[in-house]
């Protein structure tokens, strides 16, 4: 199955470094186009045409003729780890293991720690209450995510996209004003995927990007 002229739309986010991440785990080949979503680039015409919802990461590729899009982290990971039998299991309890984690880290860590990076540092106004509640409703993952590295390696049986959706969103614990040192079983996962040649790379990407400005 080739995936020719395979692109990403990607910035220095916690999701569009899932893909990066993968991308470099399977060693392929892709071009990059930077999208500051800081400057809104996001809404442009040509990222709306591919993804309505203006939110990156996107990909794109040539395919059986045609040239196939596809946007939500969690959906390209599933489909490229499937189409390359790495990162996912075949079949079996392993792989309900790892489609449940990946699923409380899609649902629950990505969005909730999204929130509490809007409450706790970008909204101009910070409500205790909402503080309070968004960062306690991420800890509890952080509680859960730890419990279950204290008996696992990795979230799961092997390294699997459940680790490497998590781990972007991980890295930057400081968004949620939490302290990973406090988690001793995620810090020591954390410390392992962070070593990965692979994860390093994927998080380098784009060149230069940067959140902030
Ligand atoms: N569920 C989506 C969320 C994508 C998302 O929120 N991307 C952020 C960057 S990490 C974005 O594009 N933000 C710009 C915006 O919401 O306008 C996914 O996992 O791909």
């Not at 590729?61 to 390209?76: C, L, N, Y």
């Not at 390696?153 to 302290?179: G, K, Q």
Request: charged share 20%.
């Amino acid at each position: 199955m080739s995936q020719d002229h395979l692109t990403a739309w990607l910035w220095a986010t916690p999701n569009s470094n899932r893909v990066s991440i993968l991308f470099e785990e399977l060693g392929l080949h892709y071009e990059i186009v930077g999208v500051n979503i800081r400057r809104r680039e996001q809404f442009a015409p040509e990222i709306l045409a591919m993804n309505p919802y203006g939110k990156i990461p996107i990909v794109a590729w040539d395919e059986g003729g045609s040239r196939r899009v596809m946007f939500e982290s969690g959906a390209i990971l599933i489909d490229f780890a499937l189409r390359h039998g790495r990162f996912l299991p075949s079949d079996g309890a392993a792989r309900s293991r790892v489609l449940s984690w990946l699923m409380v880290v899609l649902t629950g860590l990505a969005p909730l720690s999204g929130q509490a990076h809007h409450w706790t540092e970008l909204a101009p106004e910070k409500p205790t209450s909402a503080v309070t509640h968004i960062v306690g409703a991420v800890e509890r993952i952080y509680r859960v995510l730890d419990r279950q590295l204290a008996a696992s390696t990795f979230l799961c049986d092997n390294y699997s996209i459940a680790d490497i959706a998590a781990f972007p969103w991980i890295t930057r614990y400081s968004w949620v004003t939490l302290r990973l040192d406090e988690f001793v079983h995620l810090k020591r996962w954390h410390d392992l995927v962070a070593s990965r040649p692979a994860v390093k790379r994927g998080m380098a990407i784009p060149d230069g990007a940067r959140l902030e400005g």
